[in-house]
């Protein structure tokens, strides 16, 4: 890839009982993403149906590998897969360094994206038939 590296991850949680858990490790996550070195900039969305979206751009791609391997993330991710059904991940290059919007975003998951592996998937979860939701909230990190 050249350019600036696009990293867009979706993950839905399958129980409210998961929720304060999930919360928790994502404060962390976004503790560590601030501090990662080739971090540029970033967006949160939070959907109705408790459906978490991060967007994170990057320097290049070893500034993404190095956060995605390292810390409060490489923590958080084998209990991601038992308390999420769907979960997916988005990559990209592009030229500037600047968030994409909501619309580019969902619509390169739906068409790019890729399933993570989950120990309950939905059965949205390996086509990546997610369901239309309203966001609840969305901020820049």
């Given at each position: 890839m050249s350019g600036y590296v696009i990293s867009v991850t979706r993950f839905r949680v399958r129980s409210l009982r998961f929720l304060p858990f999930f919360l928790i490790h994502a404060q962390r996550c976004?503790?560590?993403?601030?501090?990662?070195?080739?971090y540029i900039a970033g967006a949160l969305r939070r959907d109705r149906?408790?459906?978490y979206w991060t967007t994170s751009v990057w320097r290049d791609e070893a500034a993404l590998l190095a956060y995605v391997t390292g810390g409060a993330h490489r923590n958080a991710m084998?209990?991601?897969?038992?308390?999420?059904d769907e979960a997916s991940t988005v990559r990209w290059?592009?030229?500037?360094?600047g968030v994409p919007s909501w619309p580019e975003t969902i619509e390169r998951m739906r068409r790019e994206g890729r399933p993570l592996?989950?120990?309950?998937?939905?059965?949205?979860?390996?086509g990546l038939g997610f369901a239309e939701s309203e966001p609840s909230q969305m901020t820049l990190i």
């Open positions: 976004l503790a560590q993403i601030r501090r990662s070195d080739g149906d408790h459906a084998p209990k991601m897969s038992e308390w999420g290059a592009q030229d500037s360094g592996p989950l120990r309950h998937p939905g059965p949205a979860h390996a």
